[in-house]
């Protein structure tokens, strides 16, 4: 299929299954804004419910303390709870 009759889902899906990737990343790729790739990331997800495939999330962690043991996975929090450092690096996805 040529590259430019697939939506913009299909073709971050496609990226994701090369390689990992963080929310900032797929927006900045794709031209689109973060919100919109964590919707398109979130609706992958639940159309890979039906086949072998599987969304995985390499979840945020402290850059200064290491702490990632966060709550939500998807977002990226503000701080972390441990050392307080807003240094945070965003949840990465990939499709296996």
């Known amino acids: 299929m040529r590259e430019a009759s697939r939506t913009t889902r299909q073709r971050i899906a496609d990226r994701l299954r090369a390689e990992a990737l963080a929310a900032g990343a797929i927006a900045r790729e794709f031209e689109i804004r973060t919100s919109d790739a964590l ?3 979130e609706h ?3 159309s890979l419910e039906s ?11 402290c850059e200064e ?9 998807t977002n990226r ?6 050392c307080k450092s807003e240094a945070i690096s965003e949840p990465a996805y990939r499709i296996e």
């Not at 086949?51 to 962690?61: G, H, K």
């Not at 303390?65 to 709550?71: A, E, L, S, V, Y």
């Open 44 to 46: 992958i997800a639940r």
């Open 51 to 61: 086949t072998d495939e599987q969304l995985l999330v390499a979840p945020p962690a």
């Open 77 to 82: 929090p503000s701080r972390c709870p441990e």
């Open 39 to 41: 919707d398109h990331v």
């Open 65 to 73: 303390c290491g702490f990632d043991d966060f709550d939500d996975l």
